[in-house]
């Protein structure tokens, strides 16, 4: 499976620039990240060789990973959430905090209600109320949280790279 590396979704600083068939190679990849090189090339008209150096390079320059994505409840993380947190002062640090915690899988600075979007995978509700109320309330610069606890993951898919 394929997806963009957090800093090439930002829209700020130079991103690398990806023609057509880097997009296919991804394409194929999302599809099927197991896929063999060979039969890449043979897909968007590549040898195998040279697959392997752009699937490198695109890995090198952060505009994808390769990863195995699992249904969280299937090994062991019975409770997600989104936690919408507001921050007094410099969203940085907040930012960079929450994305060394390894329950926070998605940490976003956005506009609106919140200035950031953290989504946590935990063991249990124990679990999840360390992590908001021990770990992220107490950071310096958090004024508030508010949490989302989701019942049930009806959609998990990761094809948007390529749209």
Partial sequence: MASRSADSRT?????????????????????????PYAA???????????????VQKLLDQGVMQIVAVTDPLTVGFRRQAMVGINVEGDLDPVAEALTGMAECEYVVMTAGSFDLMVEIVCEDDDHLLDVINKRIRTLPGVRSTESFVYLKLKKQTYMWGTR
């Avoid at 690398?16 to 599809?31: G, K, M, W």
């Avoid at 890449?40 to 752009?54: C, H, M, T």
């Fill in 40 to 54: 890449i090339g043979k897909a968007v008209g590549l040898s195998e060789a040279a697959v392997r150096q752009r």
């Fill in 11 to 35: 829209g700020t600083g130079s991103s690398p620039t990806i023609d057509a068939v880097s997009l296919a190679i991804i394409e194929q990849l999302q599809e099927d990240g197991r896929r």
